[in-house]
């Protein structure tokens, strides 16, 4: 299938910070029609000034993917604004520390799950009859190097990314022969809020629009998995091979996030 020279309409969840924003500016010129889902108002308000300053068009809603009655609204409203969106980014997560032990982590271990994984399946779902009706277009998930192999501490964001790698997947071959094409996207580490409260180094820290100008070359050519930046896709490589022995010999003490403390302020951030 030929590149996307010029993505016309483009729907985009997560789009009020991080990856999302960027994404959604790295797409943003003359003549295209862009769709902003994100829980705070605030933050599309400012992606969409900044997307109508390239001389795009957009079009915003306040909205949680984990709510699928929502999805499937927005969804409907935006197609009759736009049209049957050419590129659907499913770029809607969050991060916390989490510890199985603390009985108050449960909620956010589900949290993170309905936005990190089922968020993706209620936005593909949204439009994918729309879309292959018009049999044509490009449809991406936000993973994470994080997937590759689990994390101490981090057992509700790698779980969830590490699903989505394998929902993403299954659905590019569900849908092989459809014209559609399905990409994975797993990052490593970029600097956007969600990042900035991690207290350890972030090897080959990329900055937003970086990432977004390669995930965006990825996507509209349809490549079914991107890892970046490119050192990091080595290091997946050899993370997924070690041994069971090694591998935890040498993560089990590794830095982790900090946890959402009940006697403090949520450590938490989203994309």
Known sequence: ??????????????????????????????????????????????????????????????????????????????????????????????????????????TVFREIMETNWLGTVHTFGAFLPAMLAAGEGRLAGIASVAGFRGLPGAGAYSAPKAATQIYLESLRLELAGTGLTVSTICPGYVDTPMTRINPYPMPWLMQPEDAAGRIRRAIDHGRPLLVLPRPMAWVGRVLRLLPVAWYDRLFRHAPRKPRRLSDGPPQREAD
């Open 1 to 106: 299938m030929p590149a996307f020279s010029q993505s016309s309409r483009v729907f985009i969840t997560g789009a009020g910070s991080g990856i999302g924003q960027a994404l959604a500016l790295a797409y943003a010129g003359p003549g295209v029609q862009l769709g902003l889902l994100g829980r705070d108002a605030g933050r599309l308000q400012a992606t969409a000034e900044q997307i109508r300053a390239r001389g795009a068009q957009a079009w915003r809603r306040s909205a949680d993917v984990r709510d699928a009655a929502a999805v499937r609204v927005a969804a409907e409203d935006f197609m009759a604004w736009a049209g049957v969106p050419q590129v659907l980014i499913a770029n809607a997560g969050i991060s916390i520390g989490t510890l199985t032990q603390h009985p108050e982590d449960l």
